[in-house]
């Protein structure tokens, strides 16, 4: 079974701009989660989604958002992107249950500069 | 304090020891346990789930979950130097649906 597919995996964008990144999850996984993952932070939850309904979200400013599409396929978008917005962007499937077994794509790296 | 807090090592052991990782969390009533491992430069691998307490064995792999002193643990028995890696603990809090908590992780070095 294919994995968890993220595109593009790499990305340089200059402040202010606004980026969308892609996620493919695992066939059968209706759940999309996305993190954010950096050097100071860690990984951080931004946001999950569930039959194209955001489920749940993390402590991010409202210039992160996402959607979900019919298929399970998730889109995340960053507008007016700073300089601290530089990270691994990941993307996470699991089945439809709450609380299971998540698996990561490759990742985003996105730079602002 | 941290709502997932793991020593961030490096944890040092020698080819065929035991590596002992541990995780401390918050949220007393959290549900759902996760290990991790990411090489550098990788995303994040799933290696073991837990949800309830006792240990749950998957090859050299060990978790241990302990609701009442809110520890999760990780062993690697006859650790290699392949292991060397991240070790991210994981965990929902409740009502938390698909949200994971990540601890900052322990450094993991392998050595010959």
């Known amino acids: 079974k294919a994995g968890v597919t993220q595109t593009p995996r790499y990305l340089i964008k200059t402040r202010g701009q606004q980026v969308t990144l892609s996620c493919s999850p695992i066939?059968?996984?209706?759940?999309v989660s996305w993190y954010q993952q950096t050097p100071g932070q860690g990984l951080q939850f931004l946001f999950e989604?569930?039959?194209?309904?955001?489920?749940n979200k993390g402590n991010f400013p409202g210039r992160f958002s996402g959607r979900q599409f019919s298929n399970s396929r998730s889109e995340m978008n960053v507008s007016t992107l700073e300089l601290g917005d530089s990270a691994l962007y990941l993307c996470?499937?699991?089945?439809?249950?709450?609380?299971?077994?998540?698996?990561f794509g490759p990742g985003t790296r996105l730079t602002v500069t | 304090q941290k709502e997932v807090e793991q020593n961030s090592g490096p944890l040092s052991v020698p080819e065929g020891a035991i590596a002992s990782l541990n995780c401390t969390y918050s949220?007393?009533?959290?549900?759902?346990f996760f290990w991790y491992r990411q090489y550098s430069g990788k995303s994040p691998e799933l290696i073991m789930s837990?949800?309830?307490?006792g240990d749950k064995e998957d090859g050299r792999f060990t978790a241990q979950l302990n609701k009442a002193s809110q520890y999760v643990s990780l062993l690697i028995r006859d650790s290699q130097p392949s292991d060397s890696a991240t070790y991210l603990c994981?965990?929902?809090?409740?009502?938390?649906?698909?949200?994971?908590?990540f601890g900052a992780g322990t450094r993991l070095a392998v050595h010959p």
């Open positions: 837990i949800y309830s307490n």
């Open positions: 994981a965990v929902t809090p409740s009502g938390g649906y698909n949200k994971l908590i």
């Open positions: 066939s059968g996984h209706r759940s």
């Open positions: 996470a499937s699991s089945l439809a249950a709450p609380e299971r077994e998540q698996y």
């Open positions: 949220d007393r009533v959290s549900q759902s």
């Open positions: 989604y569930f039959s194209e309904t955001q489920r």
